[in-house]
């Protein structure tokens, strides 16, 4: 995956730039949707579409799930930050579908956010995915070869997730079972580069409130604390419109004796 | 009649006889314990209410209540924890019973004590107006420190008394500028009774924080957090020596080992549910709901997370939805009760609605809003609490949802705090950064703006014994309670479902 996204950067910036790769680009990708909105609901007969528009254009971005589902739905009431790339897939709800796509909600209160619009005949729901029962993700694994873990985060949040407590109760798990010599945890800032060409960067503390709050999860999970080192990286990463998503994260890495 | 009762074994055969020929609940044996009265405590009991009878079930046996710290004063006050949580009530009280003891006692009862049983403990106790909180919602005085007493909690916000009809937020002793600045919310007891399901641990991780589970000091394991309208307790041990100190103005720190223990191992056995219809009849048939009376809480599985259709949260009420598959020797009476029961449960389960704006819900990852339902948050089988740690503000304690008159009512009853957050804190996800309540919740616990308002659900067993509900008594009945949830989330529930929902809840 890492290397198509890589295939990826390099013919966006030739499609950008012309060709010179010393002319630094001007706008993300034609085929990537980076953009803050509203958020919109659409009731159907079935579960709620999630949807926002941007340049006059309507996006189809999840359906509601459960705090085990792999897409966690906007809020009304905020803004959501959406990263995607387009499909020419049938639209969903109305909407283009975008894959992937990571969504964030903006943390300040927003009351002009606020459109929930009635089911429509025509426009259903798809069927929901198959849930996985969360008692599945509650077990850990067998496998103690990996070292290197990497949490992702929302933009400007630094709230673990269902899925993403499980990697840290991961790399817990590990670091004990091979007696850990120590563990470097290290928080990173990111910016987003928007479709319409803005950098949006992250707040002034969040690598550091990531890494920190990783960082006590582990001693939390019986880890020593003087094997921890927790970096914080308050530098924002750069952007390219395509991996930003990838560069909010904490990394986790252990190392053994 | 007293004297053959509290005669041991015989005492429940003797029990349920005498109460055929009681009419007047206040005449019902054992409907009022006094702390240090002695006596004893069958192990099945059952109390009239106005929706039937409770039933109260003690798996350890019948006990003696004499020399039992539970029921014996053990600080400086007269009250015993049985003071509070009276059997005939749910194990809470309601406010029904408190005003008849205030009636029998001319206001001399223990429970009026100054220190949490008066709006304030400065004014003139003599008077009912100073008991007002109590006598008209059930509300007891829950001081507690601010600044938190947890040296390592940094608050986010700042609170202002911005109303405070009972003058205590603003008193000198009692107040937020006194020696040990205090502030004080007024709350409903919670039921010391099918505490295993309350206290069963969820995971290593609180799904409402994203963070680690508070540890339990005694196992070492994950605590429930599911415990006070706050969760600031994380154990029995805890909260009964919390007790101690505050209600019952003990002075040793905490209970003697003895005391403590004894207490421990009483709540851990007792369970209770309503039990009989309004005509006598047993709510526990042959071949019917699964869910109902207190053994069926003894016998019943904790931590399923129930908001589902196979085995939902009270168990299945399909027996009761025909007259066809309703017990034979049931009334027609106790038939057209029913079905709205079995209805009720439908509305509670499947009825879906807009949830919307409720902080640790919506915002954990659900989505706002998310249409679903009452289970939803009232997950748990068998007593309707969150799985997960349950606080959650729903709207009853922050403006503008709260159930209290508006804030600059005179006849508004309930303190009002203005609480405001830094600018660098994360908001309160609906309400931002300055919110007007007369309960932070959570908050004080935590010193977080997004805990602003969040209450710890509580369990929804024996509510026909025990108005009024939510934690600040803002519900007088049932009735009431259903309504706060059409108007909160706008659910356009028709006449006849809140008519089933009512009587749903009142068969719990």
Not at chain 2, 144 to 169: H, Q, S, Y
Request: charged content about 20%.
């Amino acid at each position: 995956m890492r290397k198509a996204l890589l295939v990826l950067l390099v013919s966006g910036s030739a499609l950008f730039s012309g060709g010179t790769t010393a002319q630094r680009r001007e706008m993300p990708p034609a085929h990537r949707r980076n953009f803050v909105a509203c958020p919109i609901v659409r009731d159907t007969k079935t579960l709620p579409c999630w949807l926002a528009e941007y340049e006059g254009e309507l996006y189809f971005l999840g359906l509601q799930g459960s705090s085990a589902s792999e897409f966690y739905p906007p809020q009304l009431n905020h803004e959501v930050l959406v990263e995607g790339t387009v499909t020419n897939d049938p639209r969903i709800c109305g909407g283009i579908p975008l894959k992937p796509l990571r969504i964030s909600v903006l943390p300040e209160l927003n009351r002009a956010c606020n459109t929930l619009l009635p089911a429509e005949d025509g426009l259903e729901a798809p069927a929901a995915v198959a849930r996985r029962f969360s008692e599945d993700l509650r077990k850990p694994g067998t496998d103690i070869s990996q070292r290197e873990f990497i949490i992702p985060f929302d933009f400007d949040s630094d709230y673990l997730t269902f899925h993403t407590t499980r990697i840290v109760g991961e790399a817990a798990r590990i670091a004990k079972a091979v007696n850990v010599a120590k563990i470097e945890v290290r928080g990173y800032r990111a910016t987003t580069w928007l479709s319409n060409g803005k950098q949006f960067i992250e707040t002034e503390t969040i690598a550091a409130q990531r890494a920190n709050k990783v960082g006590e999860i582990l001693v939390g999970l019986g880890l020593p604390a003087t094997a921890v080192t927790v970096i914080s990286k308050n530098e924002p990463e750069p952007c390219d419109g395509v991996t930003d998503t990838d560069k909010r994260r904490v990394t986790v890495r252990l190392f053994t004796p | 009649m007293r004297l053959a009762l509290l005669a041991g074994l015989l005492g429940v055969l003797l029990f349920s006889r005498a109460r055929q020929d009681v009419i007047g609940q206040q005449t019902e044996p054992l409907r009022w314990i006094e702390a240090g009265a002695g006596g004893t405590l069958p192990a099945e009991m059952y109390f009239h209410n106005a929706d039937g009878k409770l039933g109260v079930l003690l798996t350890g046996g019948p006990l003696e209540m004499k020399g039992h710290a539970f029921f014996e004063p053990q600080g400086i006050n007269p009250r015993g924890c049985v003071t509070c949580h009276q059997p005939s009530n749910a194990m809470s009280v309601s406010v029904e019973a408190i005003r008849e003891r205030w009636r029998v006692t001319n206001g001399e009862d223990p429970i009026f004590a100054a220190v949490d049983g008066s709006n304030n403990p400065k004014l003139p106790q003599a008077l009912a107006s100073s008991h007002s909180l109590l006598l008209n919602r059930g509300l007891f005085r829950v001081g507690l420190p601010w600044p938190p007493a947890d040296k390592t909690v940094k608050p986010e916000f700042i609170i202002e008394v911005v109303r405070d009809p009972t003058g205590v937020n603003l008193d000198d002793t009692y107040g937020l500028k006194g020696a040990n600045p205090t502030i004080s919310v007024f709350r409903r007891p919670r039921l010391s009774a099918n505490l295993k399901y309350v206290l069963s641990p969820d995971d290593v991780f609180n799904i409402k924080t994203g963070t680690l589970m508070a540890i339990d000091p005694e196992t070492g394991k994950p605590a429930s957090m599911n415990m006070m309208a706050d969760a600031r307790h994380l154990t029995l041990r805890q909260q009964a020596n919390g007790a101690y100190r505050d209600h019952q103005e003990g002075r040793q720190g905490s209970l003697r080992r003895e005391a403590l223990e004894q207490i421990v191992a009483f709540e851990q056995q007792v369970y209770l549910a309503q039990s009989h219809d309004r005509w006598g009849g047993s709510l526990v048939e042959a071949n019917g709901p699964l869910g109902l009376g207190p053994r069926a809480l003894a016998d019943g599985k904790i931590h399923v997370l129930a908001n589902n259709n196979r085995d939902p949260v009270f168990r299945l009420f399909d027996a009761w939805k025909t007259p066809a598959t309703m017990a034979k020797e049931l009334t027609d009476a106790q038939r057209e009760f029913r079905a709205p029961v079995a209805r009720g449960n439908d509305v509670f389960m499947f009825r879906q609605f807009w949830i919307r704006d409720a902080a640790h819900i919506n915002s954990i990852g659900l989505g706002n809003p998310i249409k679903r339902t009452c289970a939803t948050c009232h997950n748990t089988q068998m007593t309707g609490q969150d799985l997960a740690p349950g606080w959650v503000d729903v709207g009853t304690v922050n403006y503008p949802t709260w159930t209290e008159l508006p804030v600059f009512s005179d006849k508004a009853e309930l303190p009002v705090f203005k609480l405001t957050c830094d600018k660098g804190a994360a908001p309160h996800p609906y309400l931002g950064r300055v919110i007007y309540t007369n309960d932070p919740g959570r908050a004080l616990i935590t010193g977080k703006c997004t805990d602003i308002g969040s209450i710890v659900m509580g369990q929804f067993r024996g509510l026909a014994a025990r108005a009024p509900y939510f934690s600040n008594g803002s519900a007088k009945n049932l009735r009431e309670l259903v309504d706060f949830y059409d108007r909160r989330f706008d659910m356009k529930l028709t006449e006849q479902e809140k008519v089933d929902l009512v009587n749903f809840l009142s068969v719990l």
